[in-house]
Every structure is written in C-alpha cells, then in structure tokens.
C-alpha cells in the first residue's frame, strides 16, 4: 500500500502527466547527472546551463531564465485562507477552491513531454525538532539542482516522509512561462504551495520564501514559533564569547553584507549561520533559539564583490561538490567567466548581456539584470559558524530591525520593552529613490521585512509577536538599525559596512549591562562615549547628529504609521495601538 507520500506523487503524475518521473536520491552522482540533463535540454532560452571557467569559478554554471520571468511575481501570489479577512490587507486572497480550479486547470497535462523531478526535502537538520518535512515535485532541473544547494533532500528525508501525512507539498511547473498563465498560490490551511508558469528562483524554488516564510509563519502562528525574514548570526568578542543575534532588514539594506561582515573593529570577528531565514522557537530555557531552515545562499550578484563582501565572494568562488549557480548574470566571452555591474576589476572587452546578446558599455543598458543571482552552498562559507549544523539552533540574545532611512532614525535604538519593539518593527519602512520610483523619499513600510511574505493577516501576526514576548522568560532585547542617516549635502554620516560591527558591539554591551543608554522619546541610544571608535575618525558633531531625535520633525512620520495601520484597525492588537498613540502624543 502506498505511503500518503507516495501517494500523493501519484495525484499529481495524473494531473501533470510527465513522460518520466524521476525520484532525486540527493546522491554525490545525481548533481552531476542533473547537471548534464541541463547542459544538453533546451527550452526557450537555449540550453538550462552553460559550464563557465572550472579553474576560476570551481563547479560554477549558468542559467539564463525567460526575459519575461526575472523576479518575484508579487501580483500574482495569493495566500488562500478560507476567508479573506484571514488572509489580510497584506496579501492577495482568491477563495480556495476556486485557485484550485485554477491552477488544476493551468497544471493539467502541464508536463507532457517533460520530466517529473520529485524532490524530498527537509528545512532545517533532519535531526532537528524544529525542522519541517516537504515533497515537492517539478518540471524543471534548474530548479531541482537548486533545491539541492537550498534545502537537504535524499532518500533518508523520504524515509522520515513514509509514514507522515503532515508534510508541507509543493507543485511546481514552468508552464509555457505565459505570464497571462502564471500564479503561486499559498494554501497554509494546508500545507501546500502550488506554482505554474515560472522559473525564477524566488516563485519556483519553493522551499525558500514559499514555504520557509508564507507557510512557515502561518505553522509558527497555530504551533507556537517564529518564521522569519531575517540573518542569524554570531559575534566573537575580544575573549572569544560569542553572541547570537538575528535581523531584519529589508531589500536594499545590506542584510547579506550584514550576515557576512569582516569586522573594523579589532578583536571581533562575524560568524554565519544564515543570511535570509531564521525559523525562532522557545526553547525549555525560556530563550529564544534559531535555526536556519536552509542550505545555501540564492543572493543578488550585482554589487557583491571584495570590496563590499570578500566573504560572499570567496562562499560562490569555492569549489565543493554541490555547484554554484549564476542565473541572469553577464558572461565575459574571454574568460568563459560570471561578470555583473560592482564585482572587481575593469569591464571585459568582450561580454555577453544577461540574455546573450552582445554589450557595450555604450549600450546604455545593464550588462547583468539587477536582480541576478548566485545560488551557492552555505558549506562554502569561510565564516560559517560552528553551530550551524546545531539541531537545536542557537540562542537569540538580540533582535534588530533595519531600515533605510535619510533622517529621524537614529543610527541605533534599543525598545523600551518588548511591546515598543514589536512596535518599532511593525512601523519599520524603507525610503525609496528615484532609480526605484521617480520619487525620492517616499516611505515604503515594510514591518519586520515580512509585508511580502506574511501568510496571514498581519495584525494578527503582530499579535503573535506580542504573545511570544509574554511567553519567554529571557526574552531577547529588541533594536532598530539605520545605517543611511545622511548630512546636510545628502552624504552618508556613517561609513556603514565593516564598521557596523562597532553598533553591534553596544548592542551586545547592552545586552550583557555593560553600558548605560540615554533615553529619547524613540528609545534609548548610546552615550558618544560608549561607541567603540578604534580607529575611525568621525567628527563628534556627526556622531551626535547620527543619535538626534527631534520630535518635533516626526509628524510626517506618525502620519504615515497611521495610514499604514489603518487597514489593520479591526485586528490590530491593543498593544501596538497604545504605541502608537503614545507616539502620536509625543509630536502634538
């Protein structure tokens, strides 16, 4: 008798109707032979990978996806409560048995003439209690190598399946890649993710924001835990103590440059144990304890060089066995080699564009698509923490939240209690710039980095929040970061990168009562005396305006907050309410 898993496989062969189906083992032999499928099979854009320099870029491949399917498609994923109200203002929501219709009805026959990859997988150490079980089946070997470098798959994973019915299920299928023809559809009710008409990592990698974030927040919200879009990491100190903290920050702020900092500040040294989830439980302690639910890193490449972050650049140029994935990057012609707009060195001679044209700087055109990216084993890392492999995590000491903003923010902020820092996450926001919108300045609210990725109703996950708080005995104690205060000719005040390790080192003396803090009506801030400056000159001016709070410039500020909770107001707990209108009162 077929197991639930199984089972289900066979649902969905008889929907999808592949030619083959291929079980993936998580075998040394089977990335290679996945790897050969993909170098030979064609589909729209050519082959699925092209080999690049193995002396240069060990186990490195190219993947070029469809010029129409080069990101998230946020306008068309839904997260399918049974009502709406359920799903929240912070999602799309379509009624569930019709997305069902739909998708049933775009997935039928979907791979006729393809194979089905069927991939068992775990997010987080199969030994882990915190870890989930997941099936996922796909269309696409681009997309089951990924999972390989992403997540841990393999017979043994299967083994824990057999005898389970409670295993998250995905579907994926590239579709014809019609983006009139494109969804992924969140059923959390469920466990299942469902995907047609994409290849882009973020829609068709399901593991990642899919289930780890969507799916994830909706279990932690009915079982009691945390999914969240945040680093962990760990900071050594002078006598080789080491505390973990994780953070939030949105797009655009250096949450990957964070996770992976080589710090200016002598003595202290960033280890990693995850640049983009962390899955929080409460452990018998009463702390708060992460694990990362992931394997690898599927980064943005432009920007990222040994300049801005070595450690990610020697993570994708480190030959291991599982590959290194570049998908939508340039190729130099010369060197059979990667290139994007911020890695080092001069601009080759000779380049491919991200869809395989020729390029000239003259073009006037981005030679990599800015969202290009790098999937890439987390085992590469030269700083991967010692207790990433860990079953039970890590202990949270410190929870920050980030933002980008130009003013009013200050360059860090500890929350009163744990009710102000839920709160200072849920009105956290980003400014955007013109390059984005056409308009400086505009605040894009994103709370705890999670607008995109909630999969339920936010409010009642600040709800959620909140309760957590109230469940630990050692809560971990709550920031806010802003490394983009800027002057008065718009320059930068702080130097940011390497040197943020000198903020973190008040953080973590706060945390342990090393130091005292100055209190504002945003939160407490370091005395001037008590930021670690070794060896950075910065006037004394500047660094007093970096911790400037004037309430008086914050109305603007409070008004935008109250527009944005507004749609919440039927759910929005008491607690952030009380918040709010204690900072509404502050600026009258």
Known sequence: MASAAEQWVQDQERLAKPDRVYWCDGSDGEAWRLLE???????????????????????AYLHRSNPNDVARTEKVTFVCHPTKEASGPNNNWMEPEKAKALMSKLSDGCMAGRTMYVIPYMMGHPDSPYAKACMM??????????????????????????????????????????????????????????????????????????????????????????????V?????????????????????????????????????RVWTLGDDIAWLNIGPDGRLWAINPEAGYFGVAPGTSMKTNPNMMKTIKRGAFNPTLFTNV???????????????????????????????????????HPNSRFTASIINSPMLDAEAANPRGVPISAIIFGGRRTQLIPLVTESFNWAHGVFMGARMGSETTAAATGQVGVVRRDPMAMLPFCGYNMA???????????????????????????????????????????????????????????????????????????????PKEDLER????????????????????????????AEIREQYEKLERQVR
């Open 37 to 59: 499928i993909g170098l030979s099979e064609e589909r729209l854009m050519g082959p699925v990978f092209q080999q690049l320099n193995q002396k240069t870029w060990p186990t």
């Open 137 to 230: 089946v796909t269309d696409s070997c681009y997309v089951a190598i990924s999972m390989r470098v992403m997540t841990r798959i393999g017979t043994d994973i299967f083994e824990k399946l057999r005898n389970r019915e409670d295993f998250i299920k995905g579907f994926h299928s590239i579709g014809t890649l019609d983006p009139d023809r494109r969804y992924v559809m969140h059923f959390p009710e469920e466990g299942l993710v469902w995907a047609v008409g994409s290849g882009y990592g973020g829609n068709a990698l399901l593991g990642k924001k899919c289930v780890s974030l969507r799916i994830g927040s909706f279990l932690g919200y009915k079982q009691g835990w945390l999914a969240e879009h945040m």
């Open 330 to 368: 340039a190729l130099d012609t010369d060197r059979n080699e990667p290139w994007w707009e911020g890695i080092d060195g001069p601009v080759p001679e000779n380049l491919l564009d991200w869809q395989g044209h020729p390029w000239t700087p003259s073009l006037g055109t981005k030679a990599a």
């Open 232 to 268: 962990i990491m760990g900071i050594e100190d002078l006598h080789g103590k080491k505390t973990y903290i994780t953070a939030a920050l949105p797009s655009a702020c250096g949450k990957t440059n964070l996770a992976m900092m080589e710090s200016a500040l002598p003595g202290y």
């Open 546 to 573: 970096l911790f400037t709070v004037n309430m008086k410039d914050w109305r603007p500020e409070v008004d935008s907050v109250r527009d944005f909770l507004k749609p919440y107001k039927g759910r929005l707990p």
């Open 460 to 538: 009642d996950y600040w709800r959620h929040y909140l309760n957590m708080g109230n469940r630990m005995s050692r809560p971990p104690r709550i920031f806010s970061v802003n490394w983009f205060r800027v002057d008065d000719r718009g320059k930068f005040i702080w130097p940011g990168f390497g040197d943020n390790m000198r903020v973190l080192k008040w953080v973590i003396d706060r945390v342990t009562g090393a130091v005292p803090a100055r209190e504002t009506p945003a939160g407490l801030v370091p005395r001037i005396e008590d930021l670690d400056m070794t060896g950075l000159v910065l």
